[in-house]
């Protein structure tokens, strides 16, 4: 069976006919040219050689895995860092090039959802939370509630997205047409 990014599943959330553009017709967005991504890329390089020892034992820390590469059948990705709780759960935690404004983006608790199943598939522990960390506030480390519903609708979007491949069909677009304004398919797509 085909298995997912969280990306895609981030993506798909956002509009389901990105799946369908990018993994059917194979037409790439072409992120690289995004200042952004480029620069959080750097940034995970950085951090993770500058934390490898650093242990966050204030939010109940006892040991960590540094950028761990998880896959089960339908999902796969890397996380930034898997923390092992003293309370005998897991927690994944990512760090965002990103300053914090007072909100959690849907898209980064999407995406430590997605971890959360991940951890919990391959490391067989619980995950009820997980910890972003924004770089451009100082490294400021926020905690976000993860629970089922959160890890169902990861499990249900993955396999919406390997339906929409594996049977090659143009899904219904969003609903909210504000997010065309911006989107990298924005001249091929029938509205």
């Known amino acids: 069976m085909l298995s997912v990014y969280p990306s895609q599943i981030i993506e798909y959330l956002y509009c389901p006919r990105y799946t369908y553009f990018e993994f059917v017709l194979c037409i790439p967005q072409y992120e690289e040219k995004y200042y952004k991504v480029m620069k959080g890329r750097e940034i995970h390089d950085e951090k993770s050689n500058q934390n490898k020892e650093y242990l966050r034992q204030r939010i109940g820390a006892a040991n960590k895995h540094l950028n761990q590469y998880l896959c089960n059948d339908y999902l796969r990705g890397e996380v930034d860092e898997v923390l092992e709780l003293n309370d005998g759960t897991m927690a994944p935690l990512d760090y965002k090039y990103a300053e914090y404004k007072e909100k959690i983006f849907n898209t ?12 919990e598939d391959n490391f067989k522990k619980k995950v009820n939370k997980g910890f972003l960390v924004y770089i451009r506030s100082n490294n400021k480390l926020i905690e976000i509630a993860i629970n089922e519903t959160d890890k169902d609708g ?26 065309c304004i911006d989107c990298t398919y924005k001249n091929i797509c029938v509205k």
Not at 154 to 178: Q, S
């Open 154 to 179: 990861v499990k249900e979007c993955a396999k919406d997205i390997v339906d929409i491949i594996d049977r090659n069909y143009f899904p219904k677009g969003t609903r909210n047409k504000l997010k």
């Open 108 to 119: 980064y608790k999407t995406q430590l959802a997605c971890y959360a199943v991940l951890i």
